[in-house]
Structure formats: structure tokens, C-alpha cells
């Protein structure tokens, strides 16, 4: 279902690395004709992150977050070290760098990410790379600041909003089932039934699927 090398010239690059503790899905998105790429969610293992980019010889233009929960933010600074590119993320995220309870909690020196955000996303916002295009819209639940990135007609970027057969928890802090109820229902549910979904962990899904086979949030009929 991912996109590879070596698909078609007009097929975006779609490499899933799979890092630290929580088996957060990482994804380098690029440019197939300019090799620009953006990279969301950096979460751990800065070293195997950096080794798929090199390895693909891509070139980081974004670095952009989902949402700030720290499975998805720690390998920022090691990988923004090599590539300073902008920095992108909600702003009700952006709390989420620098907090020291869920640090303490896992045995990390705070902060949990040093870099200070470039870019406060909000709904409608794009951000352009090469021939690609990524469009953002909010989708609170799993956290205030969650986002979704949409590239036409390829795919959505879900995050922890929308897995296979399943959805993000909303029992942390800031969580809200029936925010996460409706972002799903209301705004991914609406997009093209084609568009595979790349979520957070977890395997690939499509828009289709999750419609009419995710036990948590099914399209209203």
C-alpha cells in the first residue's frame, strides 16, 4: 500500500520508519522529481531516521508534528541538528515540548525538545515542497493541537487521530472522545474514500475502510 522508489514518476516517496519504545511510525514524504521531502513526526532514534533520509538521498525541507505527545517529538533536536529545516506544529501542542511531568515520567531531561517552533499551524494552512502539496486540518482529541496533513490524491497523514480499525486515546490530558468522535466523523470521514491513511503506529489504511469497518467511529449514514 506505501508508495516506494519504485513506483511511478508521479508517486510521492512514502518511507515508514518504525522508532523507539512505542513503535511510532515516522514518514519522510518527498518529492519524486526533486527528492524534497518533509519529515513528520520524528519521535526516537534520530540515527535510523537520518540513515532512511541519506539512504534515499532525500532533501528535508519541513519537519512537521501531528500532535507533541513525546513518542512522536524526541528526535527532533538530533535530527534538526543535521537538518535545521523549519519546524511546524499547532500551537496547543506546542505546550507538550517542554513538559517536565511526562519527562520525569520517562526518564528524560527536560525539555523534551529544545527548538522552539517555526511554523503555528492552523486549519486550511499548506505547506509546499517540490511538485507536493500538504494540507493541514485540526483534528482535536487525542490532543489539543492534533493535526491531519492531506496530500490530493494520494493520502492523509492521520497521526494518533485515525488508525487501522481503531482511533487515538483520549484519556491523557487535553483528550476529549467527543472531539476526536467528530474530527474523525466530520472531517477525514468526508475526504476521498481512496486516500490511503498513514497513521501514527500501526499499519496503512484507507479512508474507505475505516468508514464502514472501524468499530469506534463508522460514517453516519
Do not use: W
Not at 520508519?17 to 519521535?43: K, Q
Not at 505527545?69 to 527532533?76: G, K, L, T, V
Not at 493541514?136 to 487521530?161: E, R
Amino acid at each position: 500500500m506505501p508508495a516506494n522508489t519504485s513506483s511511478t514518476e508521479q508517486t510521492p516517496i512514502v518511507k515508514c520508519v518504525t522508532v523507539g519504545m512505542f513503535e511510532e511510525n515516522c514518514y519522510l514524504y518527498a518529492c519524486p522529481e526533486t527528492r524534497e521531502a518533509a519529515i513528520i513526526d520524528p519521535g526516537d532514534e534520530p540515527g535510523k531516521i537520518l540513515d532512511a533520509i541519506e539512504e534515499l538521498k532525500l532533501v528535508p525541507r519541513y519537519i512537521i508534528n501531528t500532535h507533541g505527545h513525546i513518542d512522536h517529538i524526541c528526535a527532533i533536536d538530533a535530527v534538526s541538528a543535521v537538518y535545521p529545516v523549519p519546524l511546524a506544529i499547532h500551537p496547543a501542542d506546542v505546550p507538550l515540548y517542554t513538559d517536565e511531568r511526562t519527562a520525569r515520567e520517562y526518564g528524560v531531561t527536560p525539555p523534551l525538545v529544545r527548538r522552539k517552533p517555526d511554523i503555528l499551524l492552523k486549519e486550511g494552512d499548506t505547506i509546499s515542497f517540490g511538485t507536493i502539496t500538504l494540507e493541514v486540518i485540526h483534528t482535536p482529541g487525542h490532543t489539543p493541537g492534533g493535526i491531519c496533513l492531506i496530500s490530493q490524491p494520494y493520502c492523509v497523514f492521520s497521526g494518533d487521530t485515525l488508525f487501522y480499525r481503531s482511533i487515538g486515546r483520549t484519556d491523557f490530558p487535553g483528550g476529549s472522545y467527543e472531539q476526536i468522535e467528530q474530527s474523525i466523523r466530520n472531517k477525514l470521514y468526508t475526504l476521498e474514500d481512496e486516500l490511503v491513511v498513514f497513521p501514527g503506529h500501526g499499519q496503512p489504511t484507507t479512508i474507505i475502510e475505516e468508514k464502514y469497518e472501524n468499530p469506534f467511529v463508522t460514517a453516519e449514514e
